[in-house]
């Protein structure tokens, strides 16, 4: 009896392993690409600012600005918007990690400021402004 396998080659690989990690490669890059899509949004893109769970303000991104942000227990963020994309610049609170956490530009991205109790986000103007969920 021979036990020879026919179709392998001296290397151990298949025709079908290259095809699989090919098909694998391409699907990965189609769901990146779909993610990709999705999480610039479409449409107008404004810079929602939430204190708690209440919205305090709207700017748009596509203009250059700095803007003041006080929240309620006394806080004060400066949040600059530059070539579409937005970060906190300056920040009363003790530990800055808000300033840490640099700059977003797409669509659902965050900065938050734990101690003030401040959210900057980025969202498309169609999408729903309101928050998936509260904690606490």
């Keep these: 009896m021979s036990t020879k396998r026919t179709g392998q080659k001296k290397t151990g690989l298949y025709i079908g392993d290259v095809i699989s990690v090919a098909g694998v490669l391409l699907l990965s890059f189609f769901v990146w690409f779909l993610f990709f899509l999705v999480s ?3 449409g107008v893109r404004v810079i929602v600012v939430e ?3 209440k919205i305090v303000a709207e700017y748009d991104i596509r203009r250059d600005c700095v803007y003041d942000v006080v929240s ?3 806080h004060k963020l400066v949040v600059t918007v530059n070539d579409g994309s937005v970060s906190v610049s300056e920040s009363t609170c003790n530990n800055r990690h808000c300033i840490a956490m ?3 530009r797409n669509s ?3 900065l938050v400021c734990v101690p003030a109790k401040i959210k900057i986000k980025i969202v498309s103007r169609g ?3 309101q928050n998936d ?3 606490g």
């Design 133 to 135: 969920f509260i904690v």
């Design 40 to 42: 610039n949004g479409s």
């Design 102 to 104: 640099g700059k977003i």
């Design 72 to 74: 309620s227990n006394g």
């Design 51 to 53: 204190g708690g769970s």
């Design 127 to 129: 999408e729903d402004m």
């Design 108 to 110: 659902r991205e965050t």
